[in-house]
Structure formats: C-alpha cells, structure tokens
C-alpha cells in the first residue's frame, strides 16, 4: 500500500480496462479500453469544451488471438478524443494480422505505428492486451502449485526466464524450478 499523501485534488483520471475471453469457437479475444477524465471543464478546439467529468479519451481495442498468439483480426475505435482527426490513427491496425504475440511483439507495434504513423494511445492498449493475452491465454492454467513436470518446466523457461525481476537467472524462483528441471531430467 501507498504511504497516505499530503493534502491534494484529482485533477485527471486514467482508466484502463482489460478482459482475456475463451470464446466458444476456441479462440480467445482479448478487449482493453481506456478512459480519461479531467475533474474540471476546459475549452478545446474541435470540441468547444470538455466539461469535469467527460471523456477527454475514450478508446477501445480487441484482438481476436488464436491459442499460438496469432492475431487473426483486430478492432480499434477511438470514440473520444481532443481532436476531430484522432480517430482516423486507427485505420492502419489491420497491419497486425498476421503478427504473433511474442517476445518483440511491443517493438512491432511502435515500427509500425510508432510516432507519426499512429496514436500513441492505442499503442499502449496493444501493450497491455500483449501482457493480458498471456495471462488469459496459458496452456498450463496455473504455474502456482500446478504439478511440476517437464511439460511445464519447459514452458517455464520458454516464456518466463529473465522476463521480470523474480524469473531473473539465478533468481530464487529460477533456481527453484531449474532444480525441479534437473530431477526431472535424471
């Protein structure tokens, strides 16, 4: 937990939203929405003002992935914005069919996306839905007292080593499944 802070008024909220979906035909659909509100009105120049409360952005994405991490079709809407041009950055994620959801996937969508070619927005909601594809979409259900067995074991290493801080080599978390590994292997 947060220590208490000093004395202060919201002046803007930000609100992510993500859903992981096993969706009955077998493949999964992954939705981020994003939503930002000021606490007060302002004038804005396509808009006229923007008053406490409402959207300043409000956007959305989904990814339809199948179980390999292939995305085979994606929606991106920007339904509010600061600007009347903003929603037209989205026309281009059809250029993500295709691709797969793997190491590099993040440096693929700023390549593609990145700067100029894109909404800065939306690249973060495809992040996001990168992190929360994983989480939904894993083979193994549980890795947390799942039986430990050399299926298992290797998606470990596969998709988790040096990934983060915890699933660093020569990590305690590490060292503990690689000597599981060990044993299995004997």
Not at 100 to 110: A, E, Q, T, Y
Request: hydrophobic share 35%; charged share 25%.
């Amino acid at each position: 937990m947060l220590s208490k802070p000093a004395k202060r008024d919201i002046r803007h909220r930000r609100r992510y939203i993500g859903n992981g979906y096993h969706r009955e035909d077998g493949l999964w659909d992954i939705e981020v929405f994003l939503t930002d509100k000021k606490s007060y009105t302002f004038n804005n120049r396509d808009r006229g003002y923007i008053a406490a409360g409402e959207p300043l952005h409000e956007m959305a994405i989904r990814l339809t992935l199948t179980s390999e991490f292939e995305i085979i079709d994606i929606e991106a809407v920007i339904n509010q914005s600061p600007y009347l041009i903003c929603p037209t950055a989205v026309e281009k994620c059809h250029l993500l069919k295709g691709e797969f959801i793997k190491p590099g996937f993040n440096k693929r969508v700023l390549k593609l996306f990145g700067g100029a070619k894109g909404c800065r927005h939306i690249n973060d909601l495809l992040a996001y839905a990168a992190t929360l594809s994983f989480q939904s979409i894993n083979h193994n259900d549980s890795l947390v007292d799942k039986e430990i067995n050399l299926e298992n074991l290797t998606y470990i290493k596969e998709k988790f080593v040096n990934s983060c801080y915890t699933y660093r080599e020569g990590g305690e978390v590490y060292n503990y499944y690689q000597e599981a590994f060990e044993n299995i292997l004997k």
